[in-house]
């Protein structure tokens, strides 16, 4: 088995920080250290004058940053083919553009052509996990499994259940869809890093008698290291007046879930903006997340997430790029973009919160904190290596930051990170490794 001793400036948490903190509890910032991975898993660590002996193989990276790989908690495989599409709302954007995109992945080559492309774009984004909406078709989260598996990336994910409301060709019915998802839980689920999520597109495209079928799925393959949950809530109010009207003996959207039996700790709910006080308790009381997905509320238009609530509540929040309602993969972009919204509100998200968001906090949300998230001895070591600044601009910003500019005093921690976190994308990405092994590199220009 190969040993791999990776140099750089290591960065996780221990602990979630304290919101609008930018002090450094919950922080593990290890400067010039050595990650020593050996075989999958991470085996500790050393200060970058103590290199490992010879058996490690090194790879001196000092003055770069590394950090666990990124969890996206919600986003579209199919939707790389609608991404950046103009000028419409959540219901006619799905009709118009995402619709008719998901109807060519019923056909099994592009299915796997489609997961292929798809997650060879996430870790060249730095995810190394992600929750993933394939399409109504079996074939299709068949396709994400196996190509999880060739890349050896943990993965959730499940066919989507709609039974109504879509076109023809992406429809299924309850006992067709009941009898796909037993298949693929048996097969999949808990198989290597693959995990099975019951997948319900939204309350609109599922009659109650599909909802019921998805509860009793949950129910029946439920409790610790079960299959997951995941769907949309609350993103856009027409669709929360359609809901109402669809559902008028439900209290609310999300109550709709509740009802059927869907709300658990490993459900995942998808943009949350228009919950009230009695939704946030119940997302409290099931151990539900909200995957927040800034980039895709902002470009549909659909409202700003109210992050500050739910930490008063307190519920489980998560970030997700939602491609392709979201515009990148990149979930450094998707935090640039979080912090925006919550300008827009009238608060401010440190670097911390979102930074833990994407890592520890969501493979603990997700119940997969004994494996990924951080750089703890034990766990899988999918881990990233990025540049803290590409290009003049950012180059200098970080400069200011790290004191290297006479005359500047050096910043603390937090602002460098921010910095860092406001202005890099996958530009910035050196490489990926997902359970010790490298599986992504940039090439580097000048
Ligand atoms: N609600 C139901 N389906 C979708 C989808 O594909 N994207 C988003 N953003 N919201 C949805
Ligand atoms: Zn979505």
Not at 274 to 283: H, K, S, T, V, Y
Not at 437 to 443: N, P, V
Request: net charge negative.
């Amino acid at each position: 088995m190969t040993r791999h001793a990776l140099r750089a400036d290591l960065l996780d948490f221990s602990h979630a920080p304290a919101w609008g903190s930018t002090g450094t509890d919950g922080v593990r910032f290890r400067p010039d250290h050595w990650l020593l991975v050996d075989g999958e898993r991470i085996a500790g660590t050393l200060p970058g004058q103590q290199p490992p002996g010879p058996d490690w193989q090194q790879h001196d990276h000092r003055g770069r940053l590394l950090m666990p790989g990124f969890i996206d908690t919600h986003v579209h495989c199919p939707q790389l083919d609608v991404i950046a599409s103009y000028g419409t709302g959540l219901l006619d954007w799905l009709n118009t553009y995402t619709f008719p995109a998901e109807q060519r992945f019923a056909d099994p080559g592009v299915a796997a052509e489609g997961a292929a492309r798809f997650l060879d774009a996430l870790l060249a984004h730095g995810t190394t996990t992600a929750v993933v909406f394939p399409t109504v078709h079996k074939v299709s989260a068949e396709a994400l499994f196996d190509a999880a598996s060739a890349r050896g990336m943990a993965l959730v994910t499940g066919k989507v259940l709609m039974d109504r409301h879509a076109p023809p060709a992406l429809l299924d019915d309850v006992a067709g869809a009941r009898r796909d998802c037993e298949d693929l839980i048996r097969r999949h689920h808990g198989q290597g890093r693959k995990r099975y999520a019951m997948t319900v597109r939204f309350a609109a495209t599922s009659t109650r008698e599909q909802l019921a079928m998805a509860g009793e799925l949950c129910r029946r393959h439920g409790g610790p290291g079960g299959i997951h949950m995941q769907t949309h809530v609350a993103e856009n109010t027409d669709e929360v007046r359609w809901i109402a009207e669809l559902f008028p003996e439900s209290r609310s959207y999300l109550d709709v879930y509740h009802r059927h039996g869907l709300l658990n700790e490993r459900a995942v709910l998808a943009h949350g903006i228009w919950l009230d006080a009695g939704d946030r308790a119940l997302l409290r009381d099931t151990g539900a997340q909200i995957a927040h997905s800034p980039s895709s509320n902002l470009f549909l238009g659909s409202g700003l997430f109210d992050w500050q609530a739910a930490v008063d509540t307190p519920y489980r929040v998560s970030l997700a790029s939602d491609v392709g309602g979201g515009t990148s993969l990149s979930l450094l972009r998707t935090m640039a973009e979080a912090y925006k919204v919550q300008a827009l509100r009238g608060t401010r998200l440190s670097a911390w919160t979102a930074l833990h968001a994407a890592t520890r906090g969501a493979a603990e949300a997700l119940g997969l904190a004994h494996e990924i998230g951080h750089l703890d001895t034990g766990a899988l070591a999918d881990v990233v290596l990025w540049d803290w600044a590409r290009g003049p601009v950012a180059v200098h910003r970080d400069d200011i930051a790290r004191g290297a500019v006479a005359g500047v005093a050096a910043q603390d921690l937090h602002a460098r990170v921010f910095a860092f976190l406001t202005l890099a994308d996958e530009r910035n990405l050196v490489a990926t490794w997902v359970a010790g092994q490298c599986r992504h590199t940039q090439e580097r220009g000048g």
